[in-house]
């Protein structure tokens, strides 16, 4: 099993740019989430979903976006870069909300210039 | 907002001696807690997690969890050079998604 696929794993954009983040699960997941990780700030919930068709804000969407049309993929949208969405984003899935694992992707890299 | 707080460090112990990691949580409804370890550049890992008051022991870790204090940790004996990462604490409720500390960063010295 792949476990959780995050592409790209390293992307530079220029401010006002958007781009997507792919990410896909191939353990039939329900719940899956969007963090970004700035140096020393821990995981920040940007998006997470609780099923196909289903998503819901976390505690920084602010110039982001998800769709979940299937439950193996969460995109994430960045609508408009800017250097404050420079940070490593990572997506992670699990069987259940808060009682069981989250399983995490390799990370994308993301410079806004 | 619910927060969970840890020291950022570095700490730093010798070869062979215990680490002691600790993380505090303010939302007293808490439930779930989790350790994770996370490499420099790699992603999160689980190491440990615990939902009842006391000690959960899994090899050279232990878990310690007190609820009244709003206060958990994690230690790591016979610290090895492999041991060396940051250390996230993670905090959740019924319900409610996972809120993450800042980590502690361990260094261990061969």
């Known amino acids: 099993n792949a476990g959780v696929t995050q592409t790209p794993k390293f992307r530079i954009l220029k401010i006002g740019q958007s781009m997507t983040l792919q990410c896909t699960q191939d353990?039939?997941?329900?719940?899956m989430y969007w963090y970004r990780q700035d140096p020393g700030m821990g995981l920040k919930l940007i998006y997470y979903?609780?099923?196909?068709?289903?998503?819901d804000k976390g505690e920084v969407p602010n110039g982001y976006n998800v769709s979940r049309s299937t439950t193996e993929d969460f995109p994430l949208r960045l609508e408009l870069a800017a250097p404050s969405q420079t940070s490593v984003y990572f997506c992670?899935?699990?069987?259940?909300?808060?009682?069981?694992?989250?399983?995490f992707g390799e990370g994308s890299r993301l410079t806004v210039l | 907002q619910k927060e969970v707080e840890q020291n950022s460090g570095p700490l730093s112990v010798p070869e062979g001696a215990i680490a002691s990691l600790n993380c505090t949580y303010s939302?007293?409804?808490?439930?779930?807690f989790f350790w994770y370890r996370q490499y420099s550049g790699k992603s999160p890992e689980l190491i440990m997690f615990i939902y009842s008051n006391g000690d959960k022991e899994d090899g050279r870790f232990t878990a310690q969890l007190n609820k009244a204090s709003q206060y958990v940790s994690l230690l790591i004996r016979d610290s090895q050079p492999s041991d060396s990462a940051t250390y996230l604490c993670?905090?959740?409720?019924?319900?409610?998604?996972?809120?993450f500390g800042p980590g502690t960063r361990l260094s261990v010295l061969p």
């Open positions: 993670a905090v959740t409720n019924y319900g409610q998604n996972f809120v």
């Open positions: 992670a899935s699990s069987r259940s909300r808060n009682t069981g694992e989250l399983f």
């Open positions: 939302d007293r409804g808490s439930q779930s």
């Open positions: 979903s609780v099923g196909a068709g289903i998503t």
């Open positions: 353990m039939n997941h329900n719940y």
